[in-house]
């Protein structure tokens, strides 16, 4: 485990000019921008991340970046701290008992509205690189191919525009698309291109908004959303933050919808009392009035 320096005292022996100081700012800056709590346990990460900005934009001291993320010129920079603090982890079909819920108890559901004439929404918020998005995307289309024909949108929100641009092209390498059946890639992606990479089929990519959106900022959207997967985002959140945010998804979800997290996420007590759970890190909203006794603990 990295030890913590004494404040104000410079790390030696490394590249950069380093102070608990400089940590300090670098945190503040974090936490107003994009709701990220970053705790001293965490400073030799913010150092060994930071490294490669600092060298990239040729500067040798953190108090020069702490004074440039914190000036108005360095909303760029900005942007690319809060890309490198994060992590973007993600596969096809990650933690797929989600995917399995999705499958056997919203796809049916969902076929029928939209064959009536209804409207459905997803939302993929923290979507990375986009592996989630089109997960959710294959497994409708595996069961309704004539999905994009009806009144179907997938959103999917990042804060990180590097990360959106990369979902947005919707190519991956071969070792990324390992995990996916066979007939999944013959149906949804184009022919292996010479680099080895495969591209998600245009029909596909045209099902999902991609859009940048800071989850700590009001929702510009109303909703109501059918399913929301946010799985390890709030993860970097403080507690405030965090049922902030879960009360904003139920707010634009529909009675009986389905909000999805991660596995070391927990709904926050205030909020949890409105959701039934239904399965390992699954929750349907409840309809008004109808809300669980308030949980202790």
């Known amino acids: 485990m990295a030890t913590v320096a004494p404040n104000h005292q410079p790390l030696s022996d490394r590249d950069f000019l380093y102070t608990h100081e400089d940590f300090r700012q670098i945190a503040a800056v974090?936490?107003?921008?994009?709701?990220?709590?970053?705790?001293?346990?965490?400073?030799?990460?913010?150092?060994?991340?930071?490294?490669k900005r600092l060298r990239a934009l040729g500067m040798t001291d953190f108090k020069s970046y702490c004074a440039l993320v914190a000036s108005e010129a360095g909303i760029e920079e900005r942007r690319k701290m809060i890309s490198a603090l994060t992590t973007n982890v993600t596969r096809f079909f990650r933690e797929d008992h989600h995917f399995r819920l999705?499958?056997?108890?919203?796809?049916?559901?969902?076929?029928?509205?939209?064959?009536?004439?209804?409207?459905?929404?997803?939302?993929?918020?923290g979507c990375s690189t986009g592996e989630e998005a089109y997960s959710i995307a294959f497994s409708l289309l595996t069961a309704l191919p004539e999905a994009a024909r009806f009144n179907l949108k997938i959103l999917a929100t990042d804060v990180d525009p590097e990360v959106l641009a990369l979902a947005k092209a919707g190519r991956y390498r071969r070792e990324a698309i390992q995990g996916l059946p066979e007939d999944m890639r013959r149906s949804f992606l184009d022919p292996e291109a010479p680099d080895g990479s495969n591209t998600v089929r245009e029909a596909v990519r045209q099902m999902i908004d991609f859009r940048q959106l800071n989850l700590i900022r009001p929702l510009p959207m109303k909703g109501?959303?059918?399913?929301?997967?946010?799985?390890?985002?709030?993860?970097?959140?403080?507690?405030?933050?965090?049922?902030?945010?879960?009360?904003?998804?139920?707010?634009?979800?529909?009675?009986g919808?389905?909000?999805?997290?991660?596995?070391?996420?927990?709904?926050?007590?205030?909020?949890a009392p409105r959701f039934a759970t239904t399965g390992m890190t699954s929750y349907r909203l409840l309809p008004p009035g109808a809300a669980q006794p308030s949980r202790k603990g």
């Open 102 to 125: 999705l499958t056997a108890e919203v796809r049916p559901k969902l076929a029928e509205r939209l064959r009536r004439g209804g409207r459905a929404r997803i939302w993929s918020a």
């Open 257 to 271: 919808s389905h909000l999805l997290i991660g596995h070391s996420e927990r709904l926050s007590p205030r909020v």
């Open 30 to 51: 974090a936490h107003r921008e994009a709701g990220i709590t970053m705790p001293d346990s965490k400073e030799m990460l913010v150092y060994s991340r930071l490294g």
């Open 224 to 255: 109501p959303f059918d399913v929301i997967f946010c799985r390890n985002v709030t993860i970097y959140f403080d507690p405030e933050t965090q049922d902030r945010l879960w009360e904003a998804f139920a707010n634009v979800m529909a009675p």
